[in-house]
């Protein structure tokens, strides 16, 4: 975890421990921030391991504690990935279960603390099947799919890329593939970015997963389109579930100057106890 570099030193990141648990060993697994908290699913947990682990470990960062969740119905999966929703779901799209690549969404019910299968739709045109895979999250009911897919796909020059819609009120999905593709990639990571400048909007970038050395945009949407964690001057946000008193004691926690101007790229994910440090600039720099 990053945190900040005390008052007086020069400003950016400083890595420092935060947590040691036999819990949180494991790959191939999803991290999902989520109410101030990490739900860390599936995963391998040991080295030369074939069958994906079908626990939840919820990650309390202000404390420091990891606790196996004990929810109902919980799915085995590995190379998957997972996106919060509405506050309250965590979905997980696709991975590999033991014994094939899914494309399905299963959502843990964090108030109730019950996995859900939810249903595809009339209409869902699924990928193949999913692994090592990135869900980047547009909106409570949108989400953006890329990454490798199974059967005779994995043999194409280029991947697929699927926009996921999801209903958490009728706990349904359903799949629509765009007309773009990117090289085909998987174990990568995905990014999205606003746009400065004078047409200001988003772009989705995939970092990694192939033998390509510069990142490939993967969806670009004008200004408007996206509401997401970023302001436009490149400021602290919080996101809408959270109040401005945490982002602020995040600030103080993480020791930003009292109206020392952010970078284009800073961010700050404020969740009751959990704030992250960001970055700043000193007045005196460029």
């Not at 779901?89 to 991975?95: D, E, F, P, Q, S």
Request: hydrophobic share 35%; charged share 20%; glycine share 14%.
């Amino acid at each position: 975890m990053a945190g900040a570099v005390p008052p007086g030193r020069a400003s950016g990141w400083a890595w420092r421990p935060v947590a040691r648990d036999a819990l949180l060993a494991r790959a191939f697994h999803s991290c999902t921030e989520l109410r101030g908290q990490f739900y860390l699913v599936g995963g391998l947990l040991a080295g030369g391991a074939r069958e994906p682990s079908s626990d939840t470990v919820v990650f309390d960062p202000a404390r420091g504690q990891a606790v196996r969740l004990g929810a109902q119905g919980t799915p085995p999966r590995s190379h998957h990935d997972a996106a919060p929703v509405g506050g309250r779901w965590l979905c997980v799209v696709g991975g590999w279960d033991g014994s094939r690549r899914l494309a399905t969404v299963t959502a843990l019910d964090t108030e109730r603390g019950v996995w859900e299968a939810w249903t595809a739709t009339p209409g869902d045109c699924p990928p193949a099947g999913l692994s090592s895979h990135t869900c980047t999250r547009l909106s409570d009911r949108e989400l953006r799919v890329a990454g490798r897919e199974g059967g005779i796909r994995t043999q194409r020059r280029y991947g697929s890329i699927y926009t996921l819609r999801l209903d958490p009120n009728a706990r349904t999905y359903c799949y629509k593939e765009e007309g773009c593709h990117t090289a085909s990639r998987s174990g990568h990571s995905a990014a999205l970015l606003q746009i400065p400048g004078p047409h200001p909007g988003h772009q989705l970038l995939l970092f990694g997963g192939c033998n390509l050395a510069e990142p490939e945009v993967a969806g670009h949407w004008s200004h408007g389109k996206i509401k997401s964690f970023l302001s436009p001057q490149g400021g602290t946000t919080c996101c809408p579930s959270f109040d401005g008193t945490a982002c602020k004691a995040g600030e103080q926690w993480a020791g930003v100057p009292e109206g020392a101007p952010r970078t284009t790229a800073s961010l700050m994910f404020c969740g009751r106890a959990l704030c992250c440090a960001v970055w700043w600039r000193n007045s005196d720099q460029s």
